[in-house]
């Protein structure tokens, strides 16, 4: 029997990876087309008063003057051999450049999620296990405020306390750890609300359980309770959430980043977008997506461990 | 497009039902979304009347009185809440600025909603190779980062109200759509959808009776978290300049403009962040009054014991009685989503 569910949960694996794939190639198409859409990157590049034949040289040199399709078949091909293209403005290896900004925006996105989860579920859980008491009447409110306040106002007004007024963090620009402070709070307290609303209801739901009911009955504590019984149930809920603000985390790092002047790959993706650059647009989007990609795969086999009755292991192995 | 109905008819029917179930919560709950509502109304209101109220052209540059504070006179003419870096109007200027917000954060979650529900549901009930593709399609939509999107989207249509609503939609609706599949696939295994499958209730009633008002007080919570954060995200997207071009009047894009005077000009960032916050507390508070009224298991903590007579299951459903039609779908079937459940909790 052990054996078959390994078997089982293998070639679940197998189909959710090669889903996966499908998705990273689609995404990869989607864009690619889509920037098509957007413009003639030559003519940005082109310097002041270039003549038509000097954007057409351009236009050659970029590789654009062939067919669109023509020039989907040459990025699938160097996008199988690892090769992600030169940047048209930086005349840099894509991945380089993008390699450089990564440390930046993975330790920003660490900083932010492993606040936002702490705090997040923290709270949440306080909250529904306290209804109506002082932990409840305390937290709400700030909860509210958290999730009523846009990212750039908090990080505005953060700078303006803690920067302008009281001078003891740094405003903008990178420097060890006390840079990060600002900028991952900035980042964190839009996803912490989020999460500590999602938990509160995920949990305030399980708590008019039967099973619930039944365990309180039996003269289980709260601690007994919430270990025992509540965690596995609530779980799925807010693994979903999380998932999704690790993608909110990396992606919407970009306003956070330019607020604070951080040099991730915020930083990066809108200036590459600016320019036009496609190569550089196409790198950060597959790194983007393949990110996410892995952390919803991993979401989606830890949905089967935690709640076998979501039997997405036989099922999805079945189609 | 026939999706968009249905979903729309489900989202009429399920705040009808659960309404008995929680009377002793019920009227707190509206008197919590009160004051909420009526801020909510107060800037529809405002931004309906924006062109009567507005003591200035919110457009209108007067260098002379440039970056002059709150309730600074220039020249004769009173500016409540200061003026910006070209002299323009603050709370003028704030004013129209709600248009933008509330057009935008309204009709993304509309399209948004009702898409993502409907396709959700679709991919949790047939599963199969419907799920599959929905959700590799979400998965798709889902793991390209939303500011990247956005940044392509309005690229590639230009930046326009309009553009960054599909924009924001675009991004948006496999939000809905995950959490409705999650809930119909937990749904579908619990005893009453079981029970009416084992019983040949047709598919469609299923999941309008059973699954969908499981599915929309989940759908509807999200929604309203979206709600406040279509808000934040067209002020994003207008803060870093791809939402409503200048000159037209958008708090993402005073705060902006703002952000360059921080140190000496507070106000430029004060006002239009205080009016967005006010808009997006609003609306999360009156999603959460919104939220308990729909949620048919918020009574259950307090009143674990209902009492329902045994053996009274309420009256048949319009397929099982005999000579009514099947396609009436609900002529006042069971009163509540909770109904099939009941004999089991009183066991």
Same mark, same amino acid.
């Given at each position: 029997?052990?054996?078959?569910?390994? #078997?089982?949960?293998?070639?679940?694996?197998?189909?959710?990876?090669?889903?996966?794939?499908?998705?990273?190639?689609?995404?990869?198409?989607?864009?690619?087309?889509?920037?098509?859409?957007?413009?003639?990157?030559?003519?940005?590049? $082109?310097?002041?008063? $270039?003549?038509?034949?000097?954007? #057409?040289?351009?236009?050659?040199?970029?590789?654009?003057?062939? @067919?669109? *399709?023509?020039?989907?078949?040459?990025?699938?091909?160097?996008?199988?051999?690892?090769?992600?293209?030169? @940047?048209? +403005?930086?005349?840099?290896?894509?991945?380089?450049?993008?390699?450089?900004?990564?440390?930046?925006?993975?330790?920003? #996105?660490?900083?932010?999620?492993?606040?936002?989860?702490?705090?997040?579920?923290?709270?949440?859980?306080?909250?529904?296990?306290?209804?109506?008491? *002082?932990?409840?009447?305390?937290?709400?409110?700030?909860?509210?405020?958290?999730?009523?306040?846009?990212?750039? *106002?908090?990080?505005?007004?953060?700078?303006?306390?803690?920067?302008?007024?009281?001078?003891?963090?740094?405003?903008?620009?990178?420097?060890?750890?006390?840079?990060?402070?600002?900028?991952?709070?900035?980042?964190?307290?839009?996803?912490?609300?989020?999460?500590?609303?999602?938990?509160?209801? #995920?949990?305030?739901?399980?708590?008019?359980?039967?099973?619930?009911?039944?365990?309180?009955?039996?003269?289980?504590?709260?601690?007994?309770?919430?270990?025992?019984?509540?965690?596995?149930?609530?779980?799925?809920?807010?693994?979903?959430?999380?998932?999704?603000?690790?993608?909110?985390?990396?992606?919407?790092?970009?306003?956070?980043?330019?607020?604070?002047? *951080?040099?991730?790959?915020?930083?990066?993706?809108?200036?590459?977008?600016?320019?036009?650059?496609?190569?550089? +647009?196409?790198?950060?989007?597959?790194?983007?997506?393949?990110?996410?990609?892995?952390?919803?795969?991993?979401?989606?086999?830890?949905?089967?461990?935690?709640?076998?009755?979501?039997?997405?292991?036989?099922?999805?192995?079945?189609? | 497009?026939?999706?968009?109905?249905?979903?729309?008819?489900?989202?009429?029917?399920?705040?009808?039902?659960?309404?008995?179930?929680?009377?002793?919560?019920?009227? !707190?709950?509206? =008197?919590?979304?009160?004051? /909420?509502?009526?801020?909510?109304?107060?800037?529809?209101?405002?931004?309906?009347?924006?062109?009567?109220?507005?003591?200035?052209?919110?457009?209108?540059?007067?260098?002379?009185?440039?970056?002059?504070?709150?309730?600074?006179?220039?020249?004769?003419?009173?500016?409540?809440?200061?003026?910006?870096?070209?002299? =323009?109007?603050?709370?003028?200027?704030?004013?129209?600025? !709600?248009?933008?917000?509330?057009?935008?954060?309204?009709?993304?979650?509309?399209?948004?909603?009702?898409?993502?529900?409907?396709?959700?549901?679709?991919?949790?009930?047939?599963?199969?190779?419907?799920?599959?593709?929905?959700? =590799?399609?979400?998965?798709?939509?889902?793991?390209? /980062?939303?500011?990247?999107?956005?940044?392509?989207?309005?690229?590639?249509?230009?930046?326009?109200?309009?553009?960054?609503?599909?924009?924001?939609?675009?991004?948006?609706?496999?939000?809905?759509?995950?959490?409705?599949?999650?809930?119909?696939?937990?749904?579908?295994?619990?005893?009453?959808?079981?029970?009416?499958?084992?019983?040949?209730?047709?598919?469609?009633?299923?999941?309008? =009776?059973?699954?969908?008002?499981?599915?929309?007080?989940?759908?509807?919570?999200?929604?309203?978290?979206?709600?406040?954060?279509?808000?934040?995200?067209?002020?994003?997207?207008?803060?870093?300049?791809?939402?409503?071009?200048?000159?037209?009047?958008?708090?993402?894009?005073?705060?902006?403009?703002?952000?360059?005077?921080?140190?000496?000009?507070?106000?430029?960032?004060?006002?239009?962040?205080?009016?967005?916050?006010?808009?997006?507390?609003?609306?999360?508070?009156?999603?959460?009054?919104?939220?308990?009224?729909?949620?048919?298991?918020?009574?259950?903590?307090?009143? /674990?014991?209902?009492?329902?007579?045994?053996?009274?299951?309420?009256?048949?459903?319009?397929?099982?009685?005999?000579?009514?039609?099947?396609?009436?779908?609900?002529?006042?079937?069971?009163?509540? /989503?909770?109904?099939?459940?009941?004999?089991?909790?009183?066991?």
């Amino acid at each position: 029997m052990n054996r078959g569910t390994l #078997a089982t949960a293998a070639g679940y694996l197998g189909t959710r990876l090669g889903q996966a794939l499908i998705a990273l190639w689609g995404v990869t198409t989607a864009v690619f087309f889509a920037l098509r859409l957007s413009g003639d990157p030559a003519q940005l590049l $082109a310097p002041q008063g $270039a003549t038509q034949a000097d954007i #057409a040289r351009l236009r050659r040199q970029l590789g654009l003057d062939v @067919s669109v *399709w023509h020039q989907y078949l040459n990025f699938l091909d160097g996008l199988l051999h690892g090769d992600l293209g030169y @940047s048209y +403005v930086q005349h840099e290896p894509a991945l380089s450049l993008i390699s450089q900004r990564i440390p930046y925006t993975v330790d920003l #996105a660490l900083a932010a999620l492993v606040l936002s989860v702490v705090f997040g579920v923290g709270a949440g859980m306080l909250m529904a296990l306290n209804r109506g008491r *002082w932990p409840e009447r305390v937290l709400m409110p700030v909860v509210l405020v958290g999730q009523a306040m846009p990212a750039f *106002w908090t990080g505005i007004l953060l700078v303006l306390l803690f920067s302008v007024t009281f001078r003891i963090l740094p405003s903008t620009g990178y420097g060890g750890a006390t840079s990060l402070i600002l900028p991952a709070v900035t980042l964190a307290s839009l996803s912490a609300a989020t999460i500590a609303r999602i938990t509160r209801g #995920a949990v305030l739901e399980q708590l008019g359980r039967d099973y619930v009911r039944t365990a309180r009955s039996k003269g289980a504590g709260t601690g007994r309770l919430v270990v025992r019984h509540l965690a596995r149930n609530v779980s799925v809920p807010i693994l979903t959430v999380v998932a999704l603000e690790v993608a909110n985390l990396l992606g919407g790092s970009v306003v956070t980043e330019l607020i604070f002047a *951080w040099p991730g790959l915020g930083q990066l993706t809108v200036q590459s977008v600016d320019g036009r650059d496609f190569p550089l +647009v196409q790198a950060i989007v597959i790194l983007a997506a393949l990110v996410y990609i892995v952390v919803n795969l991993v979401t989606d086999i830890a949905y089967a461990f935690l709640d076998p009755r979501i039997s997405t292991l036989g099922k999805a192995a079945g189609t | 497009m026939s999706g968009a109905t249905t979903t729309a008819a489900g989202a009429g029917t399920a705040p009808a039902a659960p309404v008995p179930a929680a009377e002793p919560r019920v009227r !707190s709950g509206r =008197r919590r979304g009160l004051i /909420p509502a009526a801020v909510v109304a107060l800037y529809v209101l405002v931004a309906l009347c924006a062109p009567l109220i507005s003591p200035f052209d919110p457009d209108h540059a007067d260098l002379v009185a440039r970056l002059s504070g709150p309730f600074a006179s220039a020249h004769g003419h009173f500016h409540l809440l200061g003026t910006d870096a070209l002299g =323009r109007d603050v709370l003028s200027r704030a004013f129209y600025g !709600s248009r933008v917000s509330i057009a935008v954060a309204a009709a993304t979650v509309v399209v948004s909603g009702a898409f993502g529900v409907f396709v959700g549901v679709l991919a949790g009930w047939y599963r199969g190779w419907v799920g599959v593709v929905v959700m =590799r399609v979400a998965d798709i939509a889902l793991s390209v /980062p939303f500011f990247l999107l956005a940044i392509l989207v309005v690229a590639v249509l230009g930046p326009s109200l309009v553009n960054v609503v599909i924009c924001l939609a675009l991004v948006r609706w496999p939000r809905y759509t995950r959490i409705a599949y999650a809930s119909v696939l937990e749904t579908r295994e619990r005893g009453f959808v079981r029970g009416a499958v084992a019983v040949g209730a047709p598919g469609r009633w299923i999941v309008t =009776r059973h699954v969908l008002p499981e599915v929309l007080p989940l759908a509807v919570v999200v929604a309203t978290l979206e709600l406040g954060l279509m808000v934040v995200f067209e002020a994003s997207l207008s803060f870093i300049g791809l939402g409503v071009q200048p000159p037209t009047a958008s708090w993402g894009s005073m705060l902006s403009d703002g952000q360059s005077y921080v140190a000496t000009a507070w106000w430029l960032v004060t006002f239009p962040g205080l009016a967005l916050f006010g808009l997006v507390l609003a609306v999360n508070l009156l999603g959460d009054a919104v939220r308990d009224r729909l949620d048919p298991k918020r009574s259950v903590p307090k009143r /674990p014991f209902r009492r329902r007579g045994p053996g009274r299951p309420g009256r048949a459903p319009g397929w099982l009685r005999p000579g009514a039609s099947g396609t009436a779908p609900s002529p006042g079937g069971p009163p509540g /989503p909770a109904a099939p459940t009941h004999p089991s909790q009183e066991a």
